[in-house]
């Protein structure tokens, strides 16, 4: 199936927030060492997003819908665009960038064992429980300000006592990212 990529050049996508019981949050490492993310993937053509969600769930890391409770999601598209290295201008139509809707998933077990091998391009091969916010200190610099956003967004959800506290290299980390645009 092809994946739907809008008339503005961005691709649609899911981002999946994966969390604990203790509100730790799955951090997966791509496969050969590639930097570390939260399970994404596109939407393809004739899928809601949350289908999507299910599907990219299973693929990447070997859950399904019944292992996991459904929290929340964002509530817009959040963009991104590719460094112009990364843009494919061999490939039609041309894609230019992400818009994703983010959902938060807290598991339903903790005994839940993650797999890597339900296809033929495993997209991590390890991974690791981290606190709330160091994954936006450890995606790849064009993703930093969507992880934000999307972070932010979910914040409340995630804890309803209250956000997590930000952590010390927060102001660091994160001052000189590009803003994020909601899609509408």
Known sequence: MSDVIDRDGFRANVGIVLMDDAGQL????????KGWQFPQGGVHQGESPEDSLYRELHEEIGLRAEDV???????????????KRY???DKLPLCIGQKQ???LLRMNRPDTVFRFDTTGSPEFD?????DYWQPVREVIYFKRQV?????????LLASPAGAPPYPAWWETRTRGTAPVRAAF
């Open 69 to 83: 409770s459904l929290v929340g999601q964002t509530d817009r598209w959040l963009r991104y665009r590719l460094p």
């Open 87 to 89: 843009v494919r201008h």
């Open 147 to 155: 992880y934000v956003r999307a972070l932010q967004e979910l914040a």
């Open 101 to 103: 809707r983010w959902f």
């Open 126 to 130: 390890r991974w690791r429980w981290v």
């Open 26 to 33: 799955f951090l997966g490492r791509r496969s050969g060492g």
